[in-house]
């Protein structure tokens, strides 16, 4: 099932609520018709404990689907506030190699402009799928190399660097955090749960009677149960699909950068 999630997810986000809403709102509505035309007849006591049910089993699905959207949103919001960490230490340790002081410096701070560039066009791209960038792990190892290499002589460059070398440390956690943060998506746990709560409500909906009343309530229902998990299914993973997290925050220091 995670693999059709991650087909769906690469569709334009119009393609996706339209495939899946409307994809959920027809089955609801044209199962009964369909069981009609085929001659299967329903009693009242079974129109009316489905339409019962069909109830209760949408409140569950909204609420399941709703906690869902909740658990989906906050990674999503997550990945954004790491790819901001990761470019504001990027922009703190090149202002702290434009004040150093020393020529020694300069080419580690343009090797720190490399590695924020090589983030931006090389390994982005690689993280729909789940990769890192062999280029980004040795432009990273080079500005680390070289910015551990500084030699400070007065005071305030050895403060610059302690500052300096913490910060390396904590753009390479970033950096690692930002590639495992890839895998990161809704449990198949919960979408088994999810399908099997609209499988259920397809077949409750068989089971009442094709009144136009009865279209129109269980079309609803469903329709907003749709919309929900068309959403969850848009911004599952922070990294992949149309609607993904993007460099902008990186994009932003690595002009700062430049204009400093």
Known sequence: M???????????????????????????????????????ALSKEINDGASDAFKAVCGSTIFVLAFSLYQVQSNFQAAESLVQHEADT???????????????????????????????????????TDQS?????????????????????????????????????TLIDYRRARISVTATELPMLYWSTIAGLLALLLFLSLATHSSPDKRLSHGGAICSAGLLLSLIIIIDNPFKGTTR????????????????
Request: hydrophobic content about 45%; aromatic content about 10%.
């Open 2 to 40: 995670l693999e059709l999630v991650h087909y769906i997810q690469n569709f334009p986000n119009f393609l996706v609520f339209l495939i899946v809403t409307g994809g959920l709102v027809i089955l609801t509505i044209f199962l009964p018709l369909l069981r009609d035309k085929l001659g299967f």
């Open 245 to 260: 997290v993007q460099p902008t925050a990186i994009i932003k220091t690595m002009e700062v950068m430049q204009a400093r």
């Open 90 to 128: 990027i922009n703190n340790m090149d202002r702290i190699l434009a004040r150093f002081d020393q020529p020694q410096a300069d080419p580690v701070r343009r090797s720190l402009y490399q590695y924020a560039a090589a983030v931006v066009s090389d390994e982005w791209p690689l993280l729909q």
């Open 133 to 169: 960038s062999p280029k980004v792990d040795g432009l990273l190892k080079a500005f680390a190399d070289g910015g551990r290499s500084l030699a400070p002589v007065t005071p305030r460059q050895q403060a610059q660097y302690g500052d300096l070398t913490k910060l390396i440390d």
